[in-house]
């Protein structure tokens, strides 16, 4: 066993060597188009092109790149038609390179690098007697348009989002902060995927350390391919056991270029349209975008509109098991007579009521995300018979449970954030749970777990709950009620010892 | 190799609590669970005595029935029941009933307690004691004395509300009723004469033809030491309202001899200063009432406008207030019940004095002397000048 399992390690190593990643690039071209066709065997999509210029057709070179991801109709103008246009004495690096009309040219001498860059989509130019490559920036990747973002809608606001292409992305960001203090590094991930991930900051605004220690847990990230910002998030955050997100992600520019110039880094992947913020705290999550465009007044009321259906999205079918099972004088005395009322048809007791109508409606709402487009609208026809008035006539459950569901999913549908609204979706069943075994006081214990639970958490060093426990004076006004921008003239302090305390204008 | 231990001490933590957490749910057995089916929701409770001197309770139920589809018209079902039974204390006589149905009996929206004449006659604090000790009935539930037997007042079909508790607890929450809550009787009690005072309801036959019976709040019982001693008439009832800070207001029609017309009057806005005064041994009580009135009517001669109107009227009705007050008071004294709760007033300017004659109070309280002088303002004459 153990030796078959050595052999086909051993067969495995074997096969790597014909890709020769770490071999340098040799002057005789013939030997570098044998690696490449060795390495690009099988594969229908690459293209190897021999050719030779000069006047006398002396000089030899080869061009090879991914089909699809080149713009051929610059590489004819800018490549071929110029090489060909040099003399025969002219086939030194310094020469060719000023020929060559193309902006972006980088000398690379290893193998590894050229795959990487015909894998960017950058056809890479071999000349004969040259120990290098030239790979040059011609790359046309099929992108999607810059369109609103589809996760975080606003009214009022900018309606674009990020997209799929991590340079349309920079430049959204680079659109909004145009200064050389905003920095975008980069770093590549996974080990097939190779995919660039920037860590994106301002400098003099976020801590270096932040910076140091972002960069530290990606490094650290294992994987062979990483396709999505989730897939980060969930390695370097650091309460990987807790239900709650501690990295915001976002689509949006704007939201992505505040927190930026509040002093947190972000991180944005090629690949995927959701950019992560960090670090970031709990009211990050319940707050959207527009409050800061809607005036504060208008912003403090809806977001204790907000936080207050927050307490429904998590408590609301608890406290209506809690009540109705375990504490009915708590009822005005007409509701629990019509509670009473309805209840009397109702086969199962409150609790599997509840759960019940929960799960059939969490199952309706992913049935919902999952199905294709066309067959869209029928979910919504099936869905209201299910927990509607179907349910009610077939005497399953109690119309004021329809009513608890309802609001419940309107509350949690409130939450801003996709990952938060998810975390409360899924506390509210053991929660839902505990109540039915010891009423009120079922919830209050929940409560107190979850907040004990929210504040040991921690977010790249700062306390998940941080302007308001530990209390901090910046930012505090930023959190339950979103205060006028006029007073917000402190910057928010996180960890480390820089803090670029005014804001500007100040 | 670290990361490994770490996560697998986590997943250790996580399941063993999960264990304990599955164990604690199989050992609790949803200790105070009630379901909403299992309940049997009491709307009202009656507690009288039988001629063999047994303890006879009734209790008004509330049937919950799904109004059907069909039949549009669930004001016509019946939509309570009474049941009653015996026993030697309140709370056998309750188990009895509770017995004979096949749901748990819930008294947390209980709202009315009604007591028979002649149990309030001899053991009003065995009923007080079983109310504030047991823990399903609420402190707000309201009191109420018959003279009729408690189930036939239960069972009357009130054709406004939803059954009889419902129509008490509102009737008692508007203006110019006796409300005395649980709660409000027990701090009364706590008087040395154990003195309060509990509105009486009767059902009251049409007095014409059409009309429809109803239930009506007729007079006050007066209590001391434990005791229904006396009556009060509802009249009166506004004067120990006035005193106790509880009235808000009232329409009463003014007769003039000078003049066959009639004032129809409100008052409202009335506050009582009360002052105690122990001079020479004797024992006073200033009361200093103020208010406002409006004219609601006038068939007199007079013009509402009128300096001198205005204070004819007002001079009438600080007679008439200050004569209820009197009379009020007198008749209390008469019975030894201290329903103004005039110890506690003077404990507050004289402690010495009253710890002095806290043992024999019921002989200090019908010596003691109320002196009213009123204050009323004509505020309003109406439009029509």
């Known amino acids: 066993m153990m030796n078959w399992l050595r052999k086909k390690k051993e067969k495995n190593h074997s096969k790597d060597k014909i890709y020769n990643d770490h071999k340098k690039v040799s002057d005789r071209l013939a030997d570098s188009e044998h690696i490449l066709r060795q390495a690009y065997s099988k594969s229908s999509d690459i293209v190897i092109k021999s050719f030779t210029f000069g006047k006398n057709m002396r000089t030899q070179a080869l061009l090879i790149y991914l089909s699809g991801t080149v713009d051929v109709v610059q590489i004819d103008e800018h490549v071929l038609k110029s090489l060909h246009l040099l003399n025969d004495q002219e086939n030194d690096l310094e020469s060719i390179k000023n020929a060559l009309t193309v902006p972006e040219i980088i000398e690379v001498n290893h193998f590894d690098r050229i795959y990487h860059e015909i894998s960017n989509g950058h056809p890479v130019l071999f000349i004969d007697h040259l120990p290098l490559a030239l790979s040059l920036g011609l790359s046309k990747w099929a992108t999607r348009q810059v369109e609103d973002s589809s996760t975080e809608t606003v009214i009022r606001g900018p309606k674009e989002g990020f997209v799929e292409s991590l340079e349309t992305n920079t430049s959204l960001i680079r659109k909004r902060i145009r200064t050389p203090r905003l920095k975008i590094e980069q770093i590549i991930v996974g080990k097939y995927s190779r995919t660039p991930v920037v860590i994106s900051y301002i400098d003099g605004l976020c801590d270096p350390s932040l910076v140091e220690e972002i960069v530290h847990r990606i490094k650290k990230i294992a994987m062979d391919g990483i396709f999505e910002s989730g897939m980060i998030q969930e390695q370097i955050q650091d309460a990987q056991w807790s239900p709650f997100p501690t990295i915001f992600s976002t689509e949006r520019p704007d939201s992505f270029c505040g927190a930026l110039i509040e002093g947190r880094a972000g991180i944005l992947i090629d690949g995927s349209p959701f950019a992560l913020i960090l670090p970031s705290t709990f009211f990050m999550f319940f707050s959207s975008p527009e409050d800061y465009y809607s005036g504060f007044i208008i912003g403090t009321a809806i977001r204790l509109l907000r936080i207050s259906f927050l307490f429904i999205a998590l408590l609301g079918p608890s406290l209506y098991v809690a009540v109705t099972t375990f504490h009915q004088e708590m009822i005005p005395t007409t509701l629990l007579i019509s509670i009473a009322q309805s209840h009397e048809q109702v086969p199962f007791p409150t609790v599997v009521e509840a759960i019940l109508m929960e799960v059939t409606f969490e199952a309706l709402r992913e049935a919902g995300l999952r199905l294709p487009r066309q067959v869209g609208p029928a979910i919504s026809i099936v869905g209201a018979l299910v927990i509607g008035q179907a349910a009610i006539q077939a005497s399953l459950v109690s119309p004021l449970m329809v009513i608890v569901v309802a609001i419940t999913a309107i509350a949690s549908f409130m939450i801003p954030h996709y990952d938060a609204s998810n975390t409360v979706r899924l506390l509210r069943f053991p929660i839902i749970l505990l109540t039915s075994m010891f009423g009120l006081l079922g919830i209050i214990f929940s409560v107190i777990a979850i907040l004990i639970h929210l504040c040991s958490l921690r977010s790249f060093g700062v306390p998940y709950l941080e302007p308001l426990a530990p209390f901090k004076k910046a930012g505090s006004i930023d959190t339950l009620i979103r205060g006028p921008l006029w007073k917000m003239n402190i910057r928010p302090h996180f960890t480390g010892t820089l803090w670029n305390k005014k804001r500007s204008g100040k | ?385």
Request: proline fraction near 3%; charge should be positive; hydrophobic fraction near 35%.
């Open chain 2, 1 to 385: 190799m670290n990361l490994n231990l770490y996560l697998g001490s986590r997943i250790k933590l996580i399941s063993n609590l999960l264990l304990i957490f599955m164990l604690i749910s199989s050992l609790q057995a949803c200790a105070d669970l009630k379901e909403i089916n299992n309940i049997a929701i009491v709307t009202a409770t009656g507690i009288d005595m039988n001629n063999e001197g047994k303890i006879e309770v009734t209790i008004q139920l509330f049937l919950p029935q799904t109004p059907s589809m069909s039949s549009q018209s669930p004001s016509q079902i019946n939509q309570f029941a009474v049941l009653t039974s015996t026993g030697d204390t309140i709370s056998e006589a309750v188990n009895n009933i509770e017995k004979r149905i096949s749901r748990q009996l819930f008294r947390g929206h209980d709202r009315a307690i009604i007591i028979g004449e002649k149990m309030a006659s001899k053991h009003m604090n065995d009923i007080l004691d079983y109310c504030i000790r047991f823990r399903e009935i609420r402190e707000r539930s309201y009191l109420f004395v018959t003279k009729e037997s408690a189930p036939k007042l239960l069972q009357y079909e009130p054709f406004m509300e939803k059954n009889s508790g419902e129509v008490l607890s509102k009737y008692v929450k508007k203006d110019g009723n006796l409300s005395m809550t649980l709660k409000d009787t027990i701090v009364m009690r706590t008087n040395p004469s154990h003195s309060y005072i509990i509105p009486m309801v009767a059902i009251l036959n049409p007095t014409k033809k059409g009309e429809h019976q109803i239930l009506k709040i007729t007079q006050s019982a007066l209590f001391s030491h434990g005791k229904m001693v006396g009556t009060m008439s509802n009249n009166l009832t506004y004067g120990q309202q006035i005193l106790n800070h509880k009235f808000w207001q009232t329409v009463f029609s003014l007769k003039f001899k000078k003049d066959p017309g009639k004032v129809g009057i409100n008052i409202q806005n009335v506050k009582a200063k009360i002052t105690p005064i122990i001079h020479n041994g004797q024992w006073t009580i200033h009361a200093h009432i103020t208010g406002d009135e409006v004219i609601f009517e006038n068939t007199t001669h007079w013009s509402t406008t009128n300096l001198k109107t205005a204070e004819r009227v007002e001079h009438a009705v600080g007679r008439i207030v200050s004569g209820t007050i009197r009379k009020s008071v007198r008749k209390s004294q008469k019975v030894k019940s201290d329903v103004f709760d005039f110890y506690n007033t003077f404990y507050r300017k004289y402690p010495s004095e009253c710890l002095k004659v806290e043992k024999n109070w019921s002989d200090v309280y019908p010596t003691i002397d109320v002196k009213v002088t009123t204050n009323f303002h004509l505020i309003h004459s109406g439009i029509a000048q």
